[in-house]
């Protein structure tokens, strides 16, 4: 009896800040597993998305934004999370941002030249493109800066070729068992997906004035009489920063529990009660020993 063939391989997400890479996952997993927000650098571990359709199984991994300020070891870091994906993937998709072309999209294209495998350009937020004639412009001028195996312009945001972007990929996924059971969706755990669903709250509800150096770690999550009992501590760097996230009469801090308990009660179909504290850590995002206890590993 003939048994059908799997393909299965790693697909790396890479691009600079804010061009959309997590949107992306999103939509192509239809679930939220990485967060989102117009804050650059908001994405700041690698995270795999899983998704299995019939023989294939295509595993995506969304980066933090490369970026050329290397000044705190939380920024260095975030572009060693991204790099190290370079030689470990089976595809890369290169990601920009409409017919945007700066400074940093150039540097990770030098980077993609360490790249051994193949690379897709994906134009994302071609729905804000209103000239159609630029988008055809940067697609040849894009084109000629290296051999792309395909170029798809598309938009995360709407779903427009996004599945034309999955099918390209599978095209180019190895011969291989598949790594992970075809109903799983990542490889984080719960405790990691709560505390970036309140992080992400922080980031869109503060917008400008939210400090960039702030990190969550969920202290307890249990289960009692079908409600789910999580505590979370917010960590800043100076006592003004934390006056910030707790707000006037602890009005931001209530604000961010209440929109993160709704993701949650959503992603764990339960109700949730959390609890939000804040604490200083000064110097956190420069302390080896601190970036390892708040889940950046080395």
Known sequence: ?????????????????NVGK????????GKKISITSRKPQTTRHKILGIKTTGNFQTIYVDTPGLHNKNERMLNRYMNKAALSMLSDVDVIIFMIAGTIWCEEDEMVLQILQRANCPVILAINKIDIVAQKEQLLECIKTIGQKR???????????????????EEAVQKLLPESPFYFPPEQLTD??????????????LTRFLGQELPYAISVVVDQMVVRQNIMHIAATIYVERDGQKV????KGGEVLKKVGTLARKDMEELFAQKV???????VKSGWTDDKTLLQQFGYES
């Not at 938009?155 to 996004?162: H, W």
């Open 1 to 17: 009896m003939n048994t059908l063939k799997t393909h299965a391989g790693y697909v790396a997400i890479l691009g600079r800040p």
């Open 22 to 29: 997590s949107t992306l996952l999103n939509r192509i997993l």
């Open 147 to 165: 051999k792309f195996n395909t170029i798809i312009p598309l938009s995360a945001q709407d779903g427009t070729n996004v599945l034309s972007l």
């Open 188 to 201: 984080r755990d719960n405790k990691f997906l709560v505390a970036e669903s309140i992080r992400e709250k």
């Open 244 to 247: 910030i996230i707790i707000g």
């Open 273 to 279: 009660f959390l609890k939000l504290w804040v604490k």
